[in-house]
């Protein structure tokens, strides 16, 4: 018998760990070099930031423990349009961020088989491949997409350690040289926008939420999978991030393409850096699996709550959101597919940009709701003021590129039923 919440405590934290480990750590520190102590510093505020609105939207889901996903309890507290708009705007930032996340891994896979990579074309081709893989994984049920996480969350943690290790060694042996910690009046050079930088790789510790209405217990579990997800990964981005950052020379890591294999590959070696490299790309396929898994979760539930169309309603006899799945699997390859240039890299960026903005709307809209409904009070507040930070260091053209995807939902919003909707077979 197919139950409809599969996940459990450790599924749940996995699925957690999962999207917040792919792609965006990898390529972190090279993003983060030219700012030295002060990275260090914007992850502190940003792991603080990220726990306080993890902290909310596991005392939301306690509260509200039978809701169809934090999305739906936005809706529910902040009326049907603002939670049309603020679905809709997590749900472009889902597909967009697989769009960058497939086009991650297969670079990371063409350092390993340089064919994959040798044309654009051919690049492109090899992200389309990975991402339509892992959305017939997900097609077949939640469950087996959830297995399919505990896995790669295991292998992904892999190049991690590996930078946590040598960088004990270092320090054992006396030969970690840091540098100076800068004058006070220039620590904050720079600050906001590294904290939108760092904030990047942490996006999805709502993962567990967004999805509760697949978690066993989601009044215990979601909780206890967000905070403790949040803790260990964040505890793990400050180490690796800032020991690449801080034991290797600016230059060298800022014009890398790949510092995590740059810097085992400095100690251990061109074969310890190839294995990196591809414990690199499985981290990446890892969080594309979770992300699929979201990208139909979420107009589902939703649906589920009336703030869409039946149509996005609509879920196969395994439960699974078929005509979802597709429908952003298949923006997501043309996006893919249109962007199929040298400039990769810079897509990439932008794409990560406009991804976080578009987050930061529905981290917003939780922590308002938390304060509506008098839960988590302080948390919440704290939440609004990094949010909004946030929102100022990523630049006015990220962000008001992003509140124009969130306008595009008002004609859903027009055609949304007028009752809530109850999930019919495709």
Same mark, same amino acid.
């Given at each position: 018998?197919?139950?409809?919440?599969?996940?459990?405590?450790?599924?749940?934290?996995?699925?957690?760990?999962?999207?917040? %480990?792919?792609?965006?750590?990898?390529?972190?520190?090279?993003?983060?070099?030219?700012?030295?102590? $002060?990275?260090?510093?914007?992850?502190?505020?940003?792991?603080?930031?990220?726990?306080? %609105?993890?902290?909310?939207?596991?005392?939301?889901?306690? +509260?509200?423990?039978?809701?169809?996903?934090?999305?739906?309890?936005?809706?529910?507290?902040?009326? +049907?349009?603002?939670?049309?708009?603020?679905?809709?705007?997590?749900?472009?930032?889902?597909?967009?961020?697989?769009?960058?996340?497939?086009?991650?891994?297969?670079?990371?896979?063409?350092?390993?088989?340089?064919?994959?990579?040798? $044309?654009?074309?051919?690049?492109?081709?090899?992200?389309?491949?990975?991402?339509?893989?892992?959305?017939?994984?997900?097609?077949?049920?939640?469950?087996?997409?959830?297995?399919?996480? =505990?896995? $790669?969350? %295991?292998?992904?943690?892999?190049?991690?350690?590996?930078?946590?290790?040598?960088?004990?060694?270092?320090?054992?042996?006396?030969?970690?040289?840091?540098?100076?910690?800068?004058?006070?009046?220039?620590?904050?050079?720079?600050?906001?926008?590294?904290?939108?930088?760092?904030?990047?790789?942490? =996006?999805?510790?709502?993962?567990?939420?967004?999805?509760?209405?697949?978690?066993?217990?989601?009044?215990?579990?979601?909780?206890?999978?967000?905070?403790?997800? $949040?803790?260990?990964?964040?505890?793990?981005? %400050?180490?690796?991030?800032?020991?690449?950052?801080?034991?290797?020379?600016?230059? &060298?890591?800022?014009?890398?393409?790949?510092?995590?294999?740059?810097? @085992?590959?400095?100690?251990?070696?061109?074969?310890?850096?190839?294995?990196?490299?591809?414990?690199?790309?499985?981290?990446?396929?890892?969080?594309?699996?979770?992300?699929?898994?979201?990208?139909?979760?979420?107009?589902?539930?939703?649906?589920?709550?009336?703030?869409?169309?039946?149509?996005?309603?609509?879920?196969?006899?395994?439960?699974?959101?078929?005509?979802?799945?597709?429908?952003?699997?298949?923006?997501?390859?043309?996006?893919?597919?249109?962007?199929?240039?040298? &400039?990769?890299?810079?897509?990439?960026?932008?794409?990560?940009?406009?991804?976080?903005?578009?987050?930061?709307?529905?981290?917003?809209?939780?922590?308002?709701?938390?304060?509506?409904?008098?839960?988590?009070?302080?948390?919440?507040?704290?939440?609004?003021?990094?949010?909004?930070?946030?929102?100022?260091?990523?630049?006015? +053209?990220?962000?008001?590129?992003?509140?124009?995807? =969130?306008?595009?939902?008002?004609?859903?919003?027009?055609?949304?039923?007028?009752?809530? @909707?109850?999930?019919?077979?495709?």
């Amino acid at each position: 018998m197919t139950t409809t919440r599969p996940f459990g405590f450790w599924t749940a934290t996995a699925l957690v760990v999962g999207g917040m %480990i792919g792609s965006g750590i990898f390529m972190m520190p090279a993003a983060l070099a030219p700012f030295g102590w $002060t990275g260090t510093l914007a992850w502190v505020v940003s792991i603080a930031g990220a726990l306080s %609105i993890a902290y909310t939207i596991g005392r939301l889901a306690q +509260e509200l423990p039978q809701a169809n996903g934090a999305v739906a309890i936005a809706g529910a507290e902040l009326g +049907e349009l603002a939670g049309v708009l603020i679905g809709w705007s997590y749900w472009v930032s889902i597909w967009c961020a697989n769009a960058a996340i497939a086009i991650a891994a297969a670079s990371y896979l063409a350092a390993v088989i340089p064919v994959l990579g040798a $044309t654009p074309a051919r690049g492109a081709l090899t992200a389309v491949a990975l991402l339509w893989l892992l959305t017939l994984l997900n097609l077949a049920g939640a469950r087996r997409a959830g297995q399919f996480q =505990v896995l $790669t969350t %295991i292998l992904k943690l892999v190049p991690l350690i590996a930078v946590v290790v040598i960088a004990a060694w270092l320090g054992t042996r006396g030969e970690a040289q840091l540098p100076p910690l800068p004058a006070a009046g220039t620590l904050l050079g720079g600050f906001a926008t590294a904290v939108t930088l760092t904030l990047f790789p942490l =996006v999805g510790f709502e993962a567990a939420g967004v999805a509760a209405e697949r978690v066993r217990d989601p009044a215990r579990n979601v909780m206890r999978a967000s905070m403790a997800g $949040t803790l260990v990964t964040g505890l793990l981005y %400050i180490l690796v991030c800032s020991a690449i950052v801080l034991l290797l020379p600016v230059a &060298t890591v800022t014009q890398s393409s790949a510092p995590f294999a740059l810097f @085992v590959g400095q100690f251990w070696g061109t074969g310890a850096s190839n294995v990196i490299a591809l414990f690199a790309a499985i981290a990446a396929i890892g969080a594309l699996n979770g992300w699929v898994l979201l990208q139909g979760e979420v107009p589902l539930g939703m649906a589920r709550a009336g703030l869409l169309p039946a149509w996005f309603g609509r879920v196969s006899r395994a439960d699974v959101p078929v005509r979802v799945l597709l429908l952003s699997s298949g923006l997501a390859s043309a996006l893919i597919l249109t962007t199929s240039s040298p &400039t990769l890299g810079g897509v990439f960026q932008f794409l990560a940009l406009l991804t976080t903005c578009a987050c930061l709307w529905f981290y917003l809209a939780m922590c308002v709701a938390a304060l509506r409904r008098r839960v988590a009070i302080p948390a919440a507040l704290v939440g609004i003021g990094f949010a909004l930070f946030a929102v100022w260091g990523a630049g006015w +053209e990220a962000s008001g590129l992003s509140l124009l995807l =969130v306008a595009s939902a008002v004609p859903l919003y027009l055609l949304r039923p007028r009752a809530v @909707v109850k999930p019919q077979l495709a």
